[in-house]
Structure formats: structure tokens, C-alpha cells
């Protein structure tokens, strides 16, 4: 196990180490197919986000067409991680009996024995609100649109404590949104649920992230009321996401759990007194003072109608696309592709440096040309920019010159080989 | 005999005609009283209503049933009702469709839009009770009579009213997200009637008007063909209620060609044909090839999308000789093409629709009345019931009880018949 991890370790294979000199001419590139890979009933598309735990990938159930994400965990990366086989495991029981619209929904778990590998099959989330405040030049919304989101997350987190369930960590990279902005609690890994019979909500651990956990975890006190840590995140995270800023930093874990654990904290000035008295009342370093959830929903903030008077942060472009498509679309092209294509560019499935450079400097020149007369008309079939671009204007273009052979045969847009 | 899951309900051809010859004495429809020659032992609102026999199935667990209102004293000129009946046990996330169904078919009022006349729950069976649309769905009528796909002027009456309903329904909020030749009922009086709106979304969220919404329909893969790719494609630019035009569109190629667009193809291959395909097409002599140039293909996988996409068809080669023969006019071509343009912003609305040409056409008086198409149309011989029930005294309804326990039976779903046979009206 260990001596295969090691990347040095080559004499077991009769390979002795020592370093070749190749010239740049003698690498031959191979262009990326897009294979098609199924895991179960599913379409895997492209990556959608990695953690510490592994990826998590676009799928498509292909009997309803339904867009999902898969969590593909690895036995192997799980064991390295304290506690990782009982969390994720935690984390499957809890969410398969929850059922609420802010909570995610964990629709089916697949194992690979042969692989070692867990599949996690998740309703698709489009985007998180970390990576849409990162896409903000200020680092956070307008008022309306954060008071959104935080009413969302007071929703679900009320659902998680009405069963009992601690999140732990709130946060934003943990709160995600699917295409229509619904705002969806993920990552139940470190939450605890409470037993049954428990007389209170006292915790005794948490795994959370530092920059969110409350005064009497920086401290380190035994045991802490669980449900007042969900409230103080959700402040940081409010704090967070309508100012830009954190309520407390420090350049390591040390200082940033001095400052929470003195819980002394500053509210920028262009925070209005409504929001800057529920920041105080749920950032609150007695959590037997601070804020319940009912509190928080009964605060005048909350209950307030937010004028739209700043335009919303959408959400940003992924690789270029603006919509956010379905990226399975590609891998189901090559599998379904028919082979004739296939014959066609066989041979330039495999390519040299020098031909990469060569096809640069022909596309700079196409744009060159093009730019020059842009008015005159569209480029013919059979250059670089018809091949490459495969864009719909052109192939419609060229369906309609030759209606019949265009119906027949669909084009494999995206599976168009850069000659 | 299958009757597709989510259409509404099957009525076959010789049911219908038994329905008429019946009639024929005094013709209207005559009322039969069950309550006389029955003990009214019936269940709460259940008692109102005749139950005469079940002449089919509808969705996976439903059993449609025949049936007349009792009026006191007074038995002539009844109209038969359809009485949708549904085992709660059966279905489980469709309650709440069908509460949806319920409701929007008492809220909404449009003489296009099927209505719901009563609705009860018994036991374990949800009652639906609708007026009896008697020729059944479009699909069943290309089904038994237009096997290649109906006259044109028929399709533009069709299609008009359609029209008509869905202006109705997106000026009310509404996204039907299901319309297809089985979700257009038909009745001899010419009266045309868009159902399943247990698929409609509603535009309007919080008192706001939603440009896009986003919502992806439980039970997509029933309506695959007629969905508008912007609603498969499930991105964030989400769909609109010019989705519905779109599947508007492949209807048409439905009702025109006899089969619709997609059909039989694997569900991911439908997809990349309708995201990236041609736009499908309705068949006549300028969009099929002249028999020589037809590449027949014999090793063709069944995605290569010929025709689109309509390969695994058994009968193709008949189907597109008869489209061969025939000539369609310009303006449907242009009416079709519009509807299934890939971008929503370039369909016309529904509005905008029925000023268009095609649907103008039927206005003029040069053409006669659509509906004589319908009548008109050779009937191809009709299987006789060996044994007739005559309706109107017990051993009828026996017969028809048994009838339908068998006709259950050879759906082999014990559990259903099971339940229709405990489910008694009749002592």
C-alpha cells in the first residue's frame, strides 16, 4: 500500500530512475476524448467542484433526463481524514431522512467495491454562494438579495433543528443554489443529531471551520448549547455576505480564536441599525443570551420587505458558459456518435507540438482576416474557423442549402476535430 | 389496447358506437336508472351517479368508469360523464398532481379546457367525475383511423381550439408542460378539449410574474417527445410559457404524420437530437425524399436520427410513401417550423399564433366545417361484441362488471382488479 504511493519507488517494476531528455518535436499530444462513462443509470459530465473529501461531478439521470451532481468519495482519501469514513457515513444517514426544500436532497448512494469508490447522487445545485460573492468585486450582495438567501437558511435551519439535527457548520461555501435561487443547506459531514430523548441540545465536539465557530468553542469549553453555534455561523454568514467582511480575523488560528473568544466585534458603518442589532443579537458571546432561531425570525430585519433598489448578483459564467448547459451533452455525443465520423479524423487524434503551434497561428490569422472584413460573408466550410466554431448560424446555414442530407444525419457539433 | 400512462382515457371505437346505437331510439342520450333496480347502497356522493360500465384505463392506476347523474324522476336527455377512478394506495407523489388537476380544472373555465364536474375520495379510490368526451383522444383517433396522420384542415381545427385554450391558460399563469395528441379530446360534436393539467406550472410565484421558471416536471420522461428543449435542458436561463408552443408544434407534427417526432428513441439520444438535431418536420411530398433518394440505411444504428429521429418505427417505409402522396400547405409548413424553433424568443406567442395564416385558414368558408372529416372518414370494420350488454337491466351491469374485471385482468394487475371487484356498486 505504501510502497505503491510512492513515486520513487520504481525498481519494483524493473524501471531504473533516470531522467531522459526529449525534445519538444518528440511529445506527441492526444486530444482529450470525451469518453462516456456511466455510473449506474447516470451520465457523468464535467467537474463541478473538489473537496477535501473528493469531486463532485454534473450527472444526468438518464431516465428522466433530470440533471444531478454526484459526490464521488474515495475509501482510500477517506481514510486519511480523521473521523472521514464516519462522517460521510453520519452524513448518508441524516440526509436520507430529511426532506425540506432549503435542505439538500441526497437521492441515492452507489458503491464500487472493485473501485473503492462511494457515489453520492445529490439534486444539482448550479452554484454556491461562496463562489457568487467571489465573482462580486466588493465581496457581497446588495441587502435585499443577502436577506434572500438568510431567510432561506433560517428556513432549512429550522427544519434541521426541528429534527433534532445540529449543522455545525454554516457557512457560505455550504450554502448552495439551484438554477431557480433556491438556497440549499449542504455538507452535513460534521453535524450531530441530538438523541431522541435528549433533555437539552448540550454538544460536546465540533468540527467546524475556525472562522465561524462561536466564543465558547474558540474557548474550549466542555459542553455548549448546539443550537446557538448554527446561530452564531448564520450571523458570521450574514455578516459575511452583506458587508464583505468577517466579523473576526486573525492571520492564524490562534489569533482568530482570541479575538472570537474576547467576542468583541466592530459592524461597518454602512450597516443599518435593524441589521446591525440582529448582527448583535446572534453574534452574542453568551450563547444563553444570544438570539434563539425564533428570535432571529421575529427580529424586525427579518420580517422587513427589502426594497430591490440594487441590481441582483447573478450568477457567474461557468468555463465560459453563461447558462450554465448541461455538460454531459459532449460525453453523450461521442457515445452515441455513429462511426463514419469517427473514420473521418482518426488520424488526427494524435498531434505534435509543432502542429498545435501551426493551428494557433492559423486561427490568430482566420481572426485577423476576419476582423479586417467582418462584413464580407461568412467564412466557407473547410476552414479552420466553419470546423472549429461549429457554430449553429453556420451549420443551420449549410443544413438549409442541402435540406435533405441536413436532416438526415445530425452533426456531432462539439465533436468536431481541429485539423 | 395500452393506453399511454398520463392520457386520459382510452374509449375504443366499438364502445363508442354501442354508445350510439343505444341512442338511436330517441336519439339523445338515454338516462338509465340504476337506483330502481339497485338498493342504494352507494357511499356519499358516489350515490348520485349511475355507474353503466368501465371501458378503460387511464394513467398506471386509474380505471375509468361510464357513468350517467341520477336525476330524480327524470330520465331523458342524460349526458354521460367519465368517472376517473384512482387507488390512493397506488400512487404515491401523484396525490398531489392530482389534487393540482382537481383544482385547476374547477378554478379554470375555458369551453377548451376539460372540466371537472365532481370529485369525491371512497375508501381508497379518489373519484374524478368529467363530461364523456365520446371519440376519445387525437391519439386514438390517428390510432384507429388516421394511422398516417389527419387531413390538414382537421389538424388546424384541432389546433385552433387548442390554441385557443392555451391563450386562456397563459393569460391565467399557466405552463401546461404537456400538450400532445392525448391530451386533446374530441367529441363528434366538434367540440375540442386540452386535459392533463397535472403537469401545469404556474408562472406566478409570490404574487410575482416569473419571466423564467425553472421547475423540471416530475414526471418528464412520459412527455419527453413534446417537451421544449429549453425545459430539458434544465439551465439557468429556465423556460417560459413559450415551452408549450414548442410542444404545440411537435403535436402538430403528431397529428400530421401520424407519429410524433422522437418517438422510440432512447431518452439520451432524443436529447442530443433535439438540442442539437434539425427541427423535426411535418412529412409530405416536399420534406420526403422521391422513393430513389430515400436511404433506407438497413444498418443503421437506431439513433442515427433519419427522420427525425423516427427510425425504430416498424412502419416507416409505409408511413412515408403515404406522406409522399400527400401535400401539405405552405402555411402549416411555416406554422410548424415556427413553433419548433430551438430559441423561445423567435416562437411566436400564443396569441400571435392564432392570427397566423394556417390557423386563419379555417375560418374562410371555402372550407367545410372540419369536423365533417371526421365523419366522413371510411370506417374500417368494427369487431362486434359477441354479446352485446343491452343497457338498462342488472344482468347488464353484471356483464359489464365482468367485462371490465377481465378486461383488468388481461392488463395482469391482479392488485387493480382485486380492487375493482371490492369496489361494489351494484348490490
Known amino acids: 500500500m505504501e510502497k505503491m504511493d510512492d513515486p520513487f519507488n520504481l525498481e519494483d517494476d524493473g524501471l531504473m530512475p533516470f531522467i531522459h531528455r526529449i525534445s519538444s518535436e518528440q511529445i506527441i499530444y492526444k486530444s482529450k476524448k470525451n469518453q462516456c462513462k456511466f455510473i449506474g443509470k447516470y451520465v457523468m459530465g464535467d467537474l463541478l467542484g473538489e473537496g477535501s473529501y473528493g469531486k463532485v461531478k454534473e450527472v444526468l439521470d438518464t431516465e428522466t433526463l433530470c440533471r444531478k451532481a454526484v459526490k464521488i468519495l474515495k475509501r482510500r482519501k477517506l481514510r486519511r481524514i480523521p473521523n472521514g469514513e464516519q462522517n460521510v457515513e453520519r452524513e448518508i444517514k441524516l440526509l436520507q431522512m430529511l426532506n425540506h426544500k432549503n435542505v439538500i436532497r441526497l437521492y441515492e448512494v452507489m458503491h464500487n467495491e472493485e473501485k473503492q469508490k462511494m457515489y453520492l447522487i445529490f439534486e444539482y445545485c448550479v452554484s454556491g454562494l461562496q463562489e457568487l460573492i467571489d465573482s462580486t468585486p466588493l465581496k457581497k450582495f446588495p441587502i435585499w438579495q443577502a436577506h434572500g438567501y438568510f431567510c432561506q437558511l433560517i428556513d432549512g435551519l429550522e427544519y434541521l433543528h426541528s429534527q433534532g439535527i445540529i449543522h455545525k457548520d454554516i457557512k457560505p461555501s455550504n450554502l448552495l443554489l439551484t438554477t431557480d435561487g433556491m438556497l440549499k443547506i449542504s455538507d452535513l459531514g460534521v453535524a450531530e443529531a441530538l438523541d431522541m430523548f435528549a433533555v437539552d441540545d448540550l454538544c460536546q465536539t465540533s468540527q467546524g471551520s475556525p472562522a465561524f465557530q462561536p466564543p465558547e468553542i474558540a474557548n474550549g469549553l466542555d459542553s455548549f448549547p448546539g443550537f446557538k453555534v448554527d446561530v452564531w455561523s448564520s450571523g458570521v454568514t450574514l455578516f459575511n455576505i452583506a458587508t464583505g467582511k468577517y466579523p473576526f480575523e486573525g492571520d492564524n488560528i490562534f489569533k482568530l480564536f482570541e479575538k472570537i473568544g474576547e467576542g468583541v466585534f466592530e459592524i461597518p458603518e454602512e450597516v443599518d441599525e435593524l441589521l446591525g442589532d440582529l448582527l448583535k443579537g446572534m453574534l452574542h458571546k453568551d450563547p444563553y443570551l444570544r438570539f434563539s432561531l425564533p428570535e432571529v425570525q421575529h427580529h424586525g430585519w427579518f420580517i422587513k420587505r427589502h426594497p430591490r433598489n440594487e441590481p441582483s448578483v447573478r450568477i457567474p459564467p461557468l468555463r465560459g458558459d453563461e447558462s450554465r448547459n448541461m455538460t454531459v451533452l459532449k460525453y453523450l455525443e461521442s457515445h452515441h456518435g455513429n462511426n463514419s465520423d469517427e473514420d473521418d479524423c482518426s488520424d488526427s487524434h494524435y498531434f505534435t507540438e509543432h502542429d498545435l503551434t501551426a493551428q494557433r497561428l492559423q486561427q490568430e490569422l482566420q481572426q485577423h482576416m476576419q476582423q479586417q472584413n467582418s462584413r464580407s460573408a461568412p467564412s466557407s466550410p473547410g476552414t479552420v474557423a466553419a470546423a472549429v466554431g461549429a457554430s449553429s448560424t453556420d451549420t443551420r446555414r449549410s443544413r438549409r442549402r442541402d435540406r435533405w442530407r441536413g436532416t438526415f444525419r445530425i452533426r456531432k457539433l462539439s465533436a468536431c476535430k481541429q485539423s | ?427
Open chain 2, 1 to 427: 389496447m395500452s393506453c399511454c400512462p398520463g392520457c386520459w382515457c382510452r374509449i375504443t371505437y366499438y364502445q363508442r358506437h354501442e354508445m350510439a346505437t343505444s341512442d338511436q331510439s330517441d336519439g339523445c342520450n338515454q338516462e338509465v336508472d340504476v337506483a330502481k333496480n339497485d338498493s342504494s347502497k352507494g357511499v356519499g356522493q358516489l350515490e348520485s351517479y349511475n355507474i353503466i360500465k368501465s371501458f378503460g384505463q387511464c394513467f398506471d392506476s386509474g380505471v375509468v368508469l361510464l357513468a350517467t347523474k341520477k336525476v330524480s324522476h327524470q330520465s331523458d336527455s342524460q349526458s354521460f360523464l367519465a368517472l376517473r377512478k384512482y387507488n390512493l394506495e397506488d400512487c404515491h407523489k401523484e396525490i398531489c398532481r392530482f389534487l393540482k388537476e382537481i383544482w385547476l380544472m374547477r378554478n379554470l373555465s375555458h369551453e377548451n379546457l376539460l372540466t371537472c364536474v365532481d370529485s369525491f375520495v371512497i375508501g381508497h379510490s379518489l373519484c374524478i367525475v368529467t363530461p364523456l368526451v365520446d371519440y376519445g383522444s387525437a391519439l386514438d383517433l390517428i390510432q384507429t383511423h388516421f394511422s398516417n396522420g389527419f387531413p390538414e384542415v382537421v389538424i388546424a381545427g384541432i389546433l385552433r381550439d387548442v390554441l385557443h385554450a392555451l391563450v386562456y391558460l397563459h393569460s391565467k399563469g399557466y405552463i401546461h408542460r404537456s400538450v400532445k395528441a392525448s391530451h386533446i379530446l374530441i367529441s363528434s360534436k366538434g367540440q375540442v378539449l386540452l386535459t392533463g393539467l397535472r403537469d401545469a406550472y404556474c408562472i406566478v410565484e409570490k404574487g410575482r410574474w416569473q419571466t423564467a421558471v425553472f421547475d423540471y416536471p416530475i414526471d418528464a420522461e412520459q412527455n419527453f417527445c413534446w417537451l421544449s428543449p429549453e425545459v430539458l435542458q434544465q439551465n439557468l436561463r429556465g423556460y417560459c410559457e413559450k415551452s408549450d408552443i414548442y410542444s404545440l408544434g411537435i403535436t402538430a407534427c403528431e397529428l400530421a404524420n401520424g407519429v410524433a417526432p422522437f418517438v422510440d428513441l432512447p431518452s439520451t439520444q432524443l436529447l442530443i437530437n433535439k438540442l442539437n438535431g434539425p427541427p423535426p418536420q411535418i412529412w409530405d411530398c416536399t420534406t420526403v425524399p422521391p422513393p430513389e433518394h430515400r436511404i433506407v440505411l438497413p444498418n443503421q444504428p437506431a439513433d442515427s436520427g433519419v427522420f427525425d429521429g423516427v427510425t425504430a418505427c416498424s412502419n416507416i417505409d409505409a408511413r412515408l410513401e403515404a406522406a409522399y402522396q400527400r401535400t401539405f400547405s405552405r402555411s402549416f409548413h411555416r406554422f410548424t417550423m415556427l413553433c419548433v424553433q430551438l430559441d423561445p424568443g423567435l416562437r411566436p406567442g400564443s396569441t400571435q399564433l392564432l392570427k397566423h395564416p394556417f390557423i386563419q385558414s379555417i375560418r374562410k368558408g371555402s372550407i367545410v366545417n372540419w369536423l365533417e372529416y371526421l365523419t366522413m372518414v371510411p370506417i374500417p370494420t368494427i369487431p362486434k361484441l359477441s354479446k352485446s350488454p343491452t343497457l338498462g337491466n342488472e344482468q347488464a351491469f353484471q356483464n359489464a362488471e365482468l367485462e371490465s374485471a377481465t378486461y383488468i385482468h388481461d392488463k395482469e394487475d391482479q392488485h387493480l382488479s382485486q380492487d375493482s371487484i371490492a369496489w361494489d356498486f351494484y348490490d
